[in-house]
């Protein structure tokens, strides 16, 4: 028997913008689009795993709700139960931003969406490299994979799709913590990696939520891979250590991570971090995001799409970082919060 929803009926809710469905909104990127649709005037739909929730993820599921949300719980790998509520709730739009556990439960959510034949848009759990175009090593090329089949997938089954291509989040790129933004760069030394020179781009979560918003309302990004590669975000890794350094008004130690010294960490194939350090090993020493051109007929820029929109720059977002390390730096400690909290291993989502 199919999971029940949080709501008996429907809610009719007048709004010329389509009617969105978000699973895996409690994750890391999750979060910004969610809130994002929220903004947006979106009728948002928030489907929740049934059971209980640990609290932060309840606290923000409340958060949601009180802005506006709905939340049905139930299952995406149920394809009955999401045929119902697709046509329940009049879903116009999916977006998935689930983890890389449950990848492959999109296929069933594919499956859903083929048979009611009514979704205008489905994003599926991309939101990082194009992974058509990238080739990490294992274990991240397993992640990989898994994403590439359900794009494959997703092409064959007629439904409309975009593949938001963010690149990489705003932030201090630690090679073993899946999602640092939460976390100041080091004080006592910088891990370079390689030679330090290959470019990244660097991209605010809520930036990443702002744009998918816009996306899926957009004609021109029907099945389209959509790329965010603004040029005031473009750094290497030493260009991010002169950021930090000029901010805080200090030089400090750096340090070369070799390629050999990532693939060794990526071959110990312990999760996550085995799975992060393959992939800093492809975007800072291959270089794949920037080793390719986009193409004009698969791809679109989002610069391009929305030239009159701004992306928050580093410069703010290290601001944010100097705030979070303030009492430290005065004090002239060269640790943040300790080498265990900097290399804490966290959930693997979505992103790159």
């Not at 800072?284 to 989002?302: L, P, T």
Request: net charge negative.
């Amino acid at each position: 028997m199919a999971p029940s929803s949080s709501l008996a009926t429907p809610i009719t809710i007048t709004n010329t913008k389509g009617r969105v469905l978000i699973v895996g909104a409690t994750g890391f990127m999750g979060k910004f689009v969610a809130e994002a649709s929220i903004t947006t005037s979106h009728p948002t739909y928030l489907l929740v795993r049934p059971g209980p929730l640990i609290s932060s993820k309840a606290s923000i599921i409340k958060a949601f709700q009180d802005k506006g949300a709905i939340v049905i719980y139930g299952v995406v790998n149920n394809k009955e139960f999401m045929k119902t509520i697709l046509k329940k709730y009049e879903i116009d739009i999916v977006i998935s931003a689930i983890g890389a556990e449950s990848l492959l439960n999109q296929l069933t959510l594919i499956e859903a969406m083929k048979s009611i034949k009514t979704v205008k848009r489905f994003l599926p759990s991309e939101f990082g490299h194009d992974v058509d175009r990238a080739d990490p090593v294992e274990p991240g090329l397993a992640m990989y994979k898994e994403k590439r089949l359900v794009r494959r997938v997703i092409e064959e089954s007629g439904v409309p799709y975009t593949y938001i291509c963010c690149n990489s989040i705003a932030s201090w790129p630690y090679y073993d913590n899946c999602h640092p933004s939460q976390l100041p760069p080091p004080l006592d030394q910088l891990h370079i990696y390689g030679h330090g020179n290959v470019k990244a781009y660097f991209i605010d979560g809520y930036d990443i939520g702002k744009f998918t918003m816009k996306v899926v309302d957009d004609d021109r990004t029907i099945n389209k891979n959509v790329h965010f590669r603004p040029s005031t975000n473009c750094y290497s890794m030493n260009d991010l250590a002169s950021l930090w350094e000029n901010k805080i008004a200090r030089q400090i130690p750096r340090v070369t991570i070799s390629e050999d010294d990532l693939l060794a960490i990526a071959a110990e194939n312990c999760i996550p971090e085995s799975i992060v350090a393959s992939i800093t090993h492809d975007i800072f020493i291959n270089g794949c995001q920037v080793n390719f051109n986009i193409d004009g007929v698969h791809d679109v820029e989002i610069s391009n799409l929305y030239p009159g929109e701004s992306f928050r720059s580093l410069e703010d977002c290290f601001d944010n970082f100097v705030l979070m390390a303030a009492d430290k730096i005065h004090k002239g400690e060269t640790e943040v919060t300790g080498t265990k909290a900097l290399v804490e291993a966290v959930p693997i989502t979505a992103s790159c």
